[in-house]
């Protein structure tokens, strides 16, 4: 049974940091892409970050400032953000890719975490 658990959000001052974490169950973390999503009160879901076999991918609005990377050891990605903004505060999802390729399509990823939140405040 696939299954994909968030950890690591909470409240963090702007210029903060937090490392999220996916830990993943049910299959083999290294054969598939992870996606990082976000979705803020009343607004949409947003892609922040995808780590495919190959490479890692980037929003705009989190590159240079967000970091995402396979912990393989653990069977866990990552997400360190660093220079934390108000406007970065939302909940948090991670979800699995049905293969190693790149997507920022929400619709493309086939299982989901329950989602970690994070607000950024002071």
């Known amino acids: 049974q696939v299954q994909l658990v968030e950890s690591g959000g909470g409240l963090v001052q702007p210029g903060g ?36 076999s190959r490479s890692t991918y980037y929003a705009d609005s989190v590159k240079g400032r967000f970091a995402i990377s396979r912990g393989n050891a653990k069977n866990t990605v990552y997400l360190q953000m660093n220079n934390l903004k108000p406007e970065d505060t939302a909940v948090y999802y991670c979800a699995m890719l049905g293969g190693s390729y790149y997507s920022r399509d929400a619709s493309s990823y086939t299982y989901w975490g329950q989602g970690t939140q994070v607000t950024v405040s002071s």
């Open 17 to 52: 940091s937090l490392r999220l974490s996916c830990a993943a169950s049910g299959f083999t973390l290294q054969s598939y892409s992870i996606g990082w999503f976000r979705q803020a009160p009343g607004k949409e879901r947003e892609w922040v970050s995808c780590i495919s």
